[in-house]
């Protein structure tokens, strides 16, 4: 038997399950018939669900089994899917596939399908490219990935050419350029499929998509080497690949080479002339516009508007403009959003008569300019010229309207400028424009003035707030309701939002309670803004009422509140009343930061309660945190505070385990503590634990160290220390030389300390005073007088000497002593003396 239908032939030995489908999709694709031509075909095809030896089916099969995947697992689902097991073919999968609602429930009836190979089943080319193409437009790349790693490596499916084609743009499609090069070789190597043309430019097309231009050049010299002849198609992405790279010579070499073969076409023109506006060349991107006009090519709408955007954006408002006229040639109508931007550019450069005169021509198109268009203009141009110009471009039927947008963006600007008392003086002129004894501006009484809407008082009460002008915003706000209805809730919120920033709590809860009897829903920021008042208050009680009523509301309060309340509680000795907050937000149903967690434990530190923020440290995971370094930093501090050094430790180990690095403070920490408690030794066992753990030490970690070697009378070691730290590129800072100098006047090293002395001024950073008392005392011990005469003369003229309450003024009236008895400097006290650089009563 044979069926035939327009030309159209089908024998019977066709008439089987594997190619009954191709051949009614191909007659399909090449002939554009419609479905109902075939009814007579599919009812030949059908079969009943109740004989298993039958392989056709009908539709009524693949929709039960869509039922059954659709409805909530049961054992009887699973009994009745066992009914279907036997008579599953690849098209009949494919069905259930494409008619199943989401990605989820296909792949779920995909896998299903897979593991029903004890009854014969196996999915072909076909149901792989159907679930593919299913996750390709469900953008599910996690799964699609799966899918391919799975087909290449552990189920062999043979493809054709074409299916294998359709593979590689369902993974394109996607970004999973990768994956499609790492399938078509894989598909080549175990003899899966044989490529053709068609899968290479497929491929190529995948991998310009993603940017893989490397990959690009390599395909193609495959495909040279195995002889094919490219094509139009094949080209293509080519040029995509090179555009997207910014590799310009060889996009335009293939370009090229596609233009003498005849293969140009408007996709390849648009595609460089994005690329070289891209590149900021608005020259040649133009200049290949005007290119494809003489070959009867011209661009699409979306890429004339990206385009002129583009040119714009560029600074070339006149290839803008150029490309704009163009565009109307054709027939295209300019968006508003065209108009913008090309308005926009001309205000940047200054050319009010073409701005203006580009705002006419929206006319003809019957674009209405919005008020973005209008504040534009009269921001760029804010001579009164400019705004007449626009009163008289206001059309007709518009008039009121249009009218009310372009004196919103006068307003606006007055706003912007900081003009507070001309938008003020505007806004009652709008207001009193419908009454006869409105006294008019100068300018404003030739003009057609319009009763404001609620945008005009919004704009004027915006500023207003913006400028500290709080009780005037609200009289305005007042008239609101009098002059144009209900307020809006953006302008309740910005009201309430200025009074709880000024602290003036009592009128915003007003203005919350009037929203309310006015029935307009306050928002998760009216909330936010009255609580976080409450914060800064440090009004526990009331920010935990507030609380509740936000979770009556669903809303969330905002993080910096709370972390300021428990902040501004701990600052002021009130750690325990934080922690009660805290534990009042859990209870409500809120889950505290981590920063207000932190807070609380620095705050119990700080009143010596080192043991409960220990604890609360502990309670973090079930309080459903895991702490962070910065947590445990604060924990090793207040332990470290209290000389608990080892239980310090113990937290660093604890922050390894957690999987957490430890940070150069954690370290820092317990280095500083280690060496003020004399145990230098284990300080330097964690500085190479650092090492280990690829924390690279900072300048205060070797300072630190230097100091604990030279509390340790161990100036050898802190020299080494020293070179270590330079040696390593970490530049000592002024504390740090400090520390070096002073430790080793402390050991008797003062001739060592004055030369660091001078390399510290010489990288022009100032000592302390101390600095020079301690090298003062140094050489006096070290009976080096006349070394101790230059530093002493050093300080003073430094202006350095000590106040009489100072510690260190005795040790200095000592050293005058000792130089004035001394003949060798008893002369220079003299000079000092007679300079007035001494004070008078060591004139005595």
């Not at 699609?144 to 993974?171: D, M, N, Q, Y």
Request: hydrophobic share 40%; proline share 4%; glycine share 6%.
């Amino acid at each position: 038997m044979k069926l035939k239908c327009k030309n159209l032939e089908i024998s019977d030995e066709l008439m089987n399950v594997g190619k009954q489908r191709s051949v009614l999709v191909m007659a399909l694709a090449t002939h554009k018939l419609k479905l109902s031509s075939f009814s007579s075909l599919f009812a030949k095809l059908s079969f009943s669900t109740t004989s298993n030896n039958n392989p056709l089916y009908d539709s009524s099969v693949a929709d039960n089994l869509v039922s059954v995947f659709t409805r909530q697992p049961s054992a009887a689902a699973a009994i009745e899917l066992n009914r279907f097991a036997p008579i599953l073919t690849p098209p009949l999968v494919e069905s259930v596939l494409t008619r199943l609602p989401t990605w989820k429930l296909a792949l779920s009836f995909f896998q299903w399908a897979s593991e029903q190979h004890h009854h014969g089943y196996r999915h072909n080319c076909y149901t792989y490219n159907t679930i593919a193409s299913i996750f390709s437009r469900s953008r599910q790349t996690a799964p699609l990935r799966t899918l391919v790693k799975h087909l290449a490596e552990s189920a062999p499916c043979s493809f054709t050419p074409g299916a294998l084609g359709f593979l590689i743009r369902c993974l394109g499609q996607v970004g999973l350029a990768r994956e499609a090069h790492h399938v078509f070789d894989e598909m080549r190597v175990k003899g899966l499929c044989v490529p053709n043309d068609y899968c290479y430019n497929c491929l190529l097309e995948a991998l310009s998509k993603s940017g893989e231009v490397d990959l690009v050049e390599a395909r193609l010299e495959e495909m040279k080497g195995f002889g094919w002849e490219f094509d139009k198609f094949t080209l293509t992405p080519v040029v995509q690949a090179y555009c997207k790279a910014r590799r310009f010579d060889q996009a335009l070499r293939i370009y090229n080479e596609m233009r003498e073969k005849g293969w140009v076409d408007a996709r390849v023109c648009a595609m460089l002339a994005l690329s070289f506006s891209k590149w900021g060349d608005v020259d040649k991107a133009f200049e290949l516009v005007e290119s494809m006009e003489g070959h009867g090519m011209r661009l699409n709408e979306k890429t004339f508007c990206v385009l002129i955007h583009g040119f714009v954006k560029e600074g070339r408002v006149d290839r803008a403009l150029q490309l704009f006229e163009k565009m109307c040639r054709v027939g295209f109508t300019p968006p508003v959003s065209l108009f913008d931007v090309l308005i926009g550019g001309l205000c940047k450069s200054n050319d009010a008569q073409r701005a203006l005169s580009l705002l006419s021509e929206m006319k003809k198109f019957g674009v209405a300019p919005d008020v973005g268009i209008f504040t534009k203009l009269i921001s760029a141009f804010p001579d009164r010229s400019v705004i007449a110009k626009l009163l008289e471009e206001v059309p007709e039927e518009k008039e009121e309207k249009t009218l009310v947008l372009i004196y919103n963006a006068v307003l606006t600007c007055y706003v912007n400028d900081g003009l507070m008392d001309e938008a003020c003086r505007l806004l009652q002129m709008m207001v009193q424009s419908k009454s006869s004894d409105v006294q008019m501006d100068d300018f404003f009484k030739d003009k057609k003035l319009v009763f404001p809407n609620a945008a005009s008082f919004s704009i004027v009460i915006d500023g207003l707030l913006t400028n500290g002008q709080l009780d005037l915003a609200l009289s305005l706000f007042n008239d609101i309701k009098q002059f144009v209805g209900r307020p809006s809730v953006l302008m309740y919120n910005n009201l309430i939002n200025g009074l709880c920033d000024s602290n003036r709590l009592e009128e915003s809860r007003e203005l919350l309670r009037e929203m309310k009897v006015l029935e307009i829903e306050p928002t998760h920021f009216t909330y936010n803004s009255i609580f976080g008042c409450l914060c800064k208050r440090k009004d526990v009680l009331g920010a935990i009422d507030m609380l509740k009523v936000m979770r009556a509301c669903g809303h969330e309060p905002w993080i910096k509140n709370s972390t300021l309340l428990v902040k501004e509680l701990c600052d002021h000795g009130r750690a325990v009343e934080a922690c009660g907050f805290l534990d009042s937000m859990v209870k409500l149903g809120f889950l505290p930061d981590i920063v207000s967690y932190s807070a609380a434990m620095g705050g119990l530190i700080k009143i010596q309660e080192v043991d409960r923020a220990l604890n609360l440290l502990r309670d973090l995971s079930s309080r459903g945190h895991c702490p962070d370094v910065v947590a445990f930093n604060i924990m090793m501090r207040g332990l470290c505070k209290v000389n608990r050094v080892a239980e310090a430790e113990k937290l660093l180990d604890e922050i390894v385990v957690k999987g957490l690095c430890p940070s150069v403070v954690s370290y820092n920490l317990l280095i500083d503590s280690w060496c003020k408690s004399g145990s230098v030794d284990r300080a330097m066992a964690l500085l190479s634990r650092m090492s280990g753990e690829d924390r690279e030490p900072n300048v205060f970690t070797y300072s630190t160290l230097v100091d604990g070697f030279c509390r340790e009378e161990r100036p050898d070691d802190a020299l080494l220390v020293w070179n270590e730290m330079e040696r390593k590129g970490c530049s000592p800072n002024r504390v740090a030389f400090m520390a070096l100098i002073y430790g080793l006047c402390k050991c008797n090293r003062p001739t060592a300390a004055l030369q660091y002395l001078r390399e510290m001024e010489h990288r022009e950073m100032k000592p302390d005073s101390f600095i020079y008392i301690a090298l003062l005392s140094a050489f006096l011990s070290d009976m080096n007088l006349a070394s101790a005469f230059e530093i002493f003369k050093e300080m003073v003229y430094s202006g350095f000497f000590p106040k009489s309450h100072d510690k260190s003024y005795p040790i200095v009236m000592d050293a005058i002593d000792k130089f004035s008895k001394d003949h060798r400097t008893s002369s220079g006290i003299q000079v000092l003396m007679e300079e007035g650089k001494l004070p008078t009563r060591c004139l005595q």
